[in-house]
Every structure is written in C-alpha cells, then in structure tokens.
C-alpha cells in the first residue's frame, strides 16, 4: 500500500464521483480508477460500489477511510516538522467555526498567527458544532471553534478539547417586542413565544419554533422582522441595527466556547492553537441596551431583580 494511492482513496470518498476525484488530483480518470483497483486487491475488499450515477463506499471503505486520513495527516505533519526546523512553518491548516459564535476571538488569533507565519495557507469553514466535532474527530479539520452545552463537554475518540471562555445566553427581539424595553427576561417567558434558532438546535429554552437559519445574520433577519425572538451567545448579541438584545436570567442552560483538536497536530496546526488560546477574553464586554424612553424608566429592574 502507497500513501499515492490513499490520497486518491481519500479523494474519490470525499467525491463520490470518479471523475471530479481525477480532476481534483490533476491526473488521468484511467489512472485513478487503476489505481483504486490496486488498492482493492491489495487489501482483498471491495471499497466502492460502482454504478453510471454515484459513487458509494462500502463498510470496509469506510473503515479504511478514517485510518488514510490519520495516516495522510501523520505524513503530513512529518513534512511541516522538518520545514519548520529548516526556516519556518509551512503547510495548510483546516479550521472549522461554529455558526452560532462571533469569531473575533479567532481572527484576532488568526492575524497574529498569519503575521507570524505567513508560508501557512488557512482554510476556514462553517457549519453547526456537532458537525465540525465529527469533521474533527475523521481528520477532515486540524482545529475547530464549538459552542456546545457546558453539561455535554465534548472529547475523547482522539479529539482533544480546550476551554476559551464560558458563555451566557441572551434573547435577541425585535423593536417593538414586548421584550424589548426590558433589562432582563426570565427563562419561564420564553414559553410563550415563536423561536428561531439553528438547524438541529434542539430547542433548549422552550417555546415553538418557527423558523430555522443557517447563519446568525440571518436569524436576526428574522428577529428584526418582528418574526421571532432568538437565543444566542452573549458575545453575538451587539452591532445589530433594528435588534434589541436582554439577558436572560433564571437558571438557564450554560454553554461552553471551545476549541476541538486532534490528540496528535501537526506543526502549523498546533501552533494555531496556541495563538488562540493566548487571545485574551472579551466574553465581559457589554450587550447592547435598549435606549428608554423618559415614562418608561421606571418599569426596568437590574438584571436578576424579581419580578
């Protein structure tokens, strides 16, 4: 078995397609589907099932395809070690964001690093925390920014974690919510409102949900179009024209920033994280508040006051 022939394994599962694999890996489609079938004798299994339309992997493909990928990412670190030790870093890291998050924290760590380093390429990515985990844990990202359920700490399955700072949840409302002159909203009132939230979300402060996004622009699309109210980090809930931010108070699920990794990173990658993690805190900074008019300033109480 030849790494030249786990890179085109890999291409062709990440594919499903024999020709965008060949065009991908700039060689001959005869050469690639030669090189596969090798590949299959070599190790006495069939690793795809072939038809005019798809291409799928079998069990045994599967199999094989999260050891190439840890045997292609040990190779890979190999190299960048030596570059590293003969001037400098090179290579390409794969960082994955979660959607729900602002990811300032990670470009300022992105620019120090950049500067630093600049013979690194960065390939960044978005979709939801349970994805980028899974992304993570096959060796498709070298690093990935999760929000996840503080009592749900994710790990183990050759993923390494590492806290970055605990996050509060806060309601975004539109301008004329009933929520939306208030300082503070207790997590019992959620009940009684439509939510948007994002794809498999799983609806953790009650309510009904009626409206599903992709991104957090556009969740607040939908909350500045009076449609619904969203849940989101406290470090999301500013700079928004049209959106009124309110903590939240009660005992409310607690979520957790956090930076997955593989156990074993190759150099760029495990310098990336290293620049992160120095990146100070700025989970204190302030939410936006919703400027009261003079008759109503009297009906707002300091955050966590009974009501």
């Not at 596969?36 to 072939?50: N, P």
Request: hydrophobic share 45%; aromatic share 4%.
């Amino acid at each position: 078995m030849e790494l030249r022939q786990l890179t085109h394994f890999v291409a062709v599962a990440e594919e499903c397609h024999f020709t965008r694999a060949a065009r991908r890996l700039h060689i001959a489609q005869s050469s690639l589907s030669a090189s596969i079938q090798t590949l299959e004798r070599e190790l006495g299994a069939q690793l795809f099932v072939r038809d005019k339309r798809q291409v799928r992997m079998t069990d045994a493909g599967r199999a094989l395809l999260v050891e190439a990928r840890r045997a292609l990412s040990t190779v890979t670190a190999a190299r960048e070690a030596v570059a590293a030790v003969q001037g400098g870093l090179r290579g390409r890291v794969s960082v994955g964001m979660s959607r729900a998050v602002d990811h300032g924290h990670l470009m300022a760590a992105l620019g120090r690093f950049h500067r630093a380093h600049p013979d690194v390429e960065v390939a960044l990515s978005h979709d939801s925390s349970a994805r980028l985990l899974d992304q993570v844990r096959d060796g498709r990202l070298d690093l990935a920014l999760l929000l996840t359920p503080t009592n749900r700490l994710p790990g183990g399955d050759g993923v390494t974690v590492a806290p970055v700072r605990p996050e509060r949840p806060v309601v975004a409302c539109g301008p004329d919510h009933r929520f939306a002159q208030r300082n503070s909203v207790g997590l019992a009132e959620l009940r009684a409102e439509t939510l948007v939230e994002f794809p498999g979300g799983g609806n953790e402060f009650g309510g009904k949900v009626g409206f599903h996004a992709d991104d957090v622009q556009t969740m607040l699309d939908v909350v500045a179009a009076g449609l619904a109210v969203a849940v989101l980090p406290r470090t999301t809930a500013r700079g928004r024209a049209g959106v009124r931010f309110v903590e939240l108070q009660g005992e409310t699920p607690a979520w957790e920033l956090m930076l997955a990794h593989p156990e074993r990173s190759n150099a760029a990658a495990g310098a990336l994280l290293a620049a992160v993690l120095a990146t100070g805190d700025d989970a204190a900074a302030p939410i936006d508040r919703p400027v009261p008019s003079p008759a109503r300033q009297h009906m707002l109480l300091p955050v966590g006051a009974a009501r």
